[in-house]
């Protein structure tokens, strides 16, 4: 099966969370084709499907054939975070920290780890500039550098991009991260890019605009994928092993060649984000 991959754009490096431009969402829709879909992933989570209920939660969270309802979309991405949809337990994590009635720093910084532990870029960017402020109060040096140079290190565009514009402020000197200047330092060293582009990296990523109908063809591959394959919440196998592979999954980051698109989000999770300004 060809998979749909759409991809994110650049990050808004004056806010905490990452962010998508409007024209790459999945936008709401009530259309009756969509209430189909809508349907179908009902069908689907009822079944014990764990990437279902992912998508489920997106859908939730977009209002797409359906109301939109961020309580529906946060329980929906819980449930699919037990099952190790690490998509869905960096949705939670960020759902939780953001500035709305459903906010809880514990339970956000611990769904942010699980998904950092299994090697998810985004949720390792997050978990870094919230250790990096003094807003959560959790401010730590050691554990900011640690994870900003992992997603650094997988090449994570949203990464680079706000550590370079770190590097280039004059907050730089504020923050001990020595292994995140010293890999910057590196490509500066190896020409992989000039001192020019610090605030505005270019040429890095590869963007592809994803229209309504990209949608509908990826929802119809993935329904009949999922029709085909026994309820992975039932067997006790597949996306219940912690840390299933972000290749498959919808909404998912992919980082490391040409193919693939960086940083995969369908929702912008910054529009109700912790301010976090380098000037």
Same mark, same amino acid.
């Given at each position: 099966m060809k998979k749909l991959i759409c991809s994110a754009v650049l990050l808004n490096l004056s806010l905490f969370s990452p962010q998508i431009l409007a024209s790459n969402n999945l936008?709401?829709? @009530?259309? !009756?084709?969509?209430?189909?879909?809508?349907? %179908? *992933?009902? +069908?689907?989570?009822?079944?014990?499907?764990? /990437? !279902?209920?992912?998508?489920?939660?997106e859908l939730y969270y977009t209002?797409?054939?359906?109301?939109? @309802?961020? $309580?529906?979309?946060?329980?929906?991405?819980?449930? %699919? %975070?037990?099952?190790? +949809?690490?998509?869905?337990?960096?949705?939670?994590?960020?759902?939780? &920290?953001?500035?709305? /009635?459903? $906010? =809880? +720093?514990?339970?956000?910084?611990?769904? &942010?780890?699980?998904?950092?532990?299994?090697?998810? #870029? #985004?949720?390792?960017?997050?978990?870094?500039?919230?250790?990096?402020? @003094? /807003?959560?109060?959790?401010?730590? =040096?050691?554990?900011? @550098?640690?994870?900003?140079?992992?997603?650094?290190?997988?090449?994570? *565009?949203? !990464?680079?991009?706000?550590?370079?514009? &770190?590097?280039?402020?004059?907050k730089k000197n504020t923050f001990q991260l020595t292994k995140l200047y010293s890999l910057i330092e590196n490509d500066l060293s190896t020409s992989k890019f000039k001192v020019g582009d610090l605030n505005s990296p270019k040429g890095e990523m590869e963007v592809i605009t994803v229209s309504a109908p990209e949608y509908q063809a990826y929802f119809d591959a993935e329904i009949a994928r999922l029709n085909n394959l026994r309820p992975d919440t039932e067997s006790g196998t597949g996306s219940n092993i912690a840390g299933n592979s972000c290749a498959r999954l919808w909404g998912c980051s992919t980082e490391g060649d040409s193919s693939r698109i960086r940083d995969t989000l369908l929702s912008d999770w910054g529009k109700e984000a912790v301010q976090f300004r380098l000037e």
């Amino acid at each position: 099966m060809k998979k749909l991959i759409c991809s994110a754009v650049l990050l808004n490096l004056s806010l905490f969370s990452p962010q998508i431009l409007a024209s790459n969402n999945l936008e709401a829709c @009530d259309t !009756a084709q969509c209430k189909e879909y809508f349907k %179908a *992933y009902k +069908i689907l989570t009822k079944r014990g499907h764990s /990437e !279902a209920m992912a998508t489920l939660g997106e859908l939730y969270y977009t209002g797409y054939g359906t109301k939109k @309802d961020n $309580k529906q979309a946060l329980k929906w991405f819980r449930r %699919a %975070a037990k099952f190790g +949809i690490v998509t869905a337990q960096y949705k939670a994590g960020v759902m939780y &920290l953001q500035d709305t /009635e459903y $906010k =809880d +720093i514990d339970k956000g910084i611990n769904y &942010l780890e699980k998904a950092s532990k299994f090697d998810f #870029p #985004p949720a390792s960017l997050v978990l870094g500039k919230a250790y990096l402020s @003094d /807003e959560f109060g959790l401010k730590n =040096d050691k554990k900011a @550098d640690h994870l900003l140079s992992s997603a650094y290190e997988q090449d994570n *565009y949203q !990464a680079k991009t706000f550590a370079r514009k &770190l590097f280039a402020s004059s907050k730089k000197n504020t923050f001990q991260l020595t292994k995140l200047y010293s890999l910057i330092e590196n490509d500066l060293s190896t020409s992989k890019f000039k001192v020019g582009d610090l605030n505005s990296p270019k040429g890095e990523m590869e963007v592809i605009t994803v229209s309504a109908p990209e949608y509908q063809a990826y929802f119809d591959a993935e329904i009949a994928r999922l029709n085909n394959l026994r309820p992975d919440t039932e067997s006790g196998t597949g996306s219940n092993i912690a840390g299933n592979s972000c290749a498959r999954l919808w909404g998912c980051s992919t980082e490391g060649d040409s193919s693939r698109i960086r940083d995969t989000l369908l929702s912008d999770w910054g529009k109700e984000a912790v301010q976090f300004r380098l000037e």
